[in-house]
T-cell receptor
């Protein structure tokens, strides 16, 4: 079974600063995806960024980037130039690619607060 | 394009009752998954439907069931409600089995009293 661990329950950072959220996972699979989802107070989960395990290049989406270390099974999210709208719960998630079993396994989340 | 729509947004039920939650996926999406979110257990996978067939099921008792209709809309049913079933129930849709991007609805907040 896959497990996803987020060791930082809460973090806060000043607006415009950079923050890194940590995530580690455990799997014996070779073919999988990793995700960061954001859940603001509206409760809707929003995909922030996605990484394919077979790609060595780290994914980036505007101010969001990841540091994917496959051997170490680490997948951290860096938010640059943080904005007030980034305040939310952030969940790291794993999906193995196995026909009939593409469920998302989530970590426990990190509550991020951006301070004005 | 409309997003994933879940109804109702809020529900209050009494122990022992049953409840049905609805999820309308993004137009053209054929995969619908359900997740339960609680403060204690976090986000847990319930089941996934594709083309009206359940493809995958999480570790939940048989009181939790679901179905998918020909228009891809899905319903989730919980019978004999327990206090521990109080949770946010999230629905997610994908365009197809080969697509890993899941789009979530805003959830249904179920409170069992």
């Amino acid at each position: 079974a896959q497990t996803v661990t987020q060791s930082q329950p809460e973090m806060s950072v000043q607006e415009a600063e950079t923050v890194t959220l940590s995530c580690t996972y455990d799997t014996s699979e070779n073919n999988y995806y990793l995700f960061w989802y954001k859940q603001p107070p509206s409760r809707q989960m929003i995909l922030v960024i996605r990484q394919e395990a077979y790609k060595q290049q780290n994914a980036t989406e505007n101010r969001f980037s990841v540091n994917f270390q496959k051997a170490a099974k680490s997948f951290s999210l860096k938010i640059s130039d943080s904005q007030l709208g980034d305040t939310a719960m952030y969940f790291c998630a794993f999906m193995r690619l196995n026909f009939g079993n593409e469920k998302l396994t989530f970590g426990t989340g990190t509550r991020l607060t951006i301070i004005p | 394009k409309a997003g994933v729509t879940q109804t109702p947004r809020y529900l209050i039920k009494t122990r022992g009752q049953q409840v049905t939650l609805s999820c309308s996926p993004i137009s053209g999406h054929r995969s619908v998954s359900w997740y339960q979110q609680t403060p204690g257990q976090g986000l847990q996978f319930l089941f996934e439907y594709f083309s009206e067939t359940q493809r995958n099921k999480g570790n939940f008792p048989g009181r939790f069931s679901g179905r998918q209709f020909s228009n891809s809309r899905s319903e989730m049913n919980v019978s004999t409600l327990e206090l521990g079933d109080s949770a946010l129930y999230l629905c997610a849709s994908r365009s197809g089995l080969e697509n890993t991007e899941a789009f979530f609805g805003q959830g249904t907040r179920l409170t069992v009293v």
